[in-house]
């Protein structure tokens, strides 16, 4: 039995959310097989591991059992691909509580060309997004999973995006951006603005980058 499965069989879900600040970003750094090469404060504060534990270690460590695997299936797609992702993830901290994020990703490349490391950023998602969209898609995903497994999950997949007439991070940025409308934190000419913005300027903002 390797390290990940020792440190995942130790792990008691709890059906509760981990406490963090939400405004700060969790940063990791990955080799192309997604081994675990750095992690920040933020990381190891809100995922509970310690430095040692996660060097070394795949990053789906912190994998939660709620998570369609079509979700990782399209993001390591595109990944590879070197395509950045935004994914809505619910992670699996140490103490077996979970927390959700949204993914960035920037790709290093070696003289070659060939992709050495992917550096994630990961900041929160706000909970009426979750609660409201992404939870109940993802249970039906998993569900499917179960019952017929991720070639069906992703056909599902693809027919409920085709039918809002979205790509999955279309449909991200959807949502966020309407939740952020509906919090009225922009001024009245920004939203102007914000509706105008494509998708790379929306995460740009987002991620602060």
């Not at 050495?116 to 898609?137: D, S, T, W």
């Not at 922009?186 to 105008?196: D, G, K, L, S, T």
Request: hydrophobic share 35%.
């Amino acid at each position: 039995m390797n390290q990940e499965n020792q440190l995942q069989n130790k792990v008691t879900i709890i059906d509760k959310e981990v406490s963090w600040d939400k405004t700060q970003v969790i940063m990791s750094k990955t080799n192309a097989f997604g081994i675990i090469e750095y992690a920040n404060e933020v990381f190891i504060d809100v995922c509970g591991y310690e430095d040692y534990e996660l060097m070394g270690q795949p990053h789906n460590i912190i994998r939660h059992p709620d998570m369609p695997k079509v979700i990782f299936k399209v993001l390591w797609e595109n990944l590879k691909n070197g395509k950045n992702f935004h994914a809505i993830v619910k992670n699996l901290a140490k103490s077996g509580r979970y927390y959700w994020v949204i993914t960035d990703f920037e790709i290093s490349r070696d003289e070659n060309d060939v992709i050495v490391n992917y550096f994630g950023r990961r900041q929160a998602v706000p909970q009426e997004v979750i609660a409201l969209h992404i939870e109940p898609l993802y249970k039906k995903l998993l569900q499917i999973e179960a019952a017929s497994g991720v070639e069906f999950s992703e056909k599902y997949l693809i027919g409920f995006l085709e039918e809002k007439k979205r790509s999955y991070v279309e449909y991200i940025k959807e949502l966020i951006y309407e939740h952020e409308k509906s919090q009225s934190k922009f001024p009245q000419q920004q939203e102007i603005v914000e509706e105008e913005e494509d998708e790379r300027g929306f995460f740009s903002r987002l991620f602060n980058r």
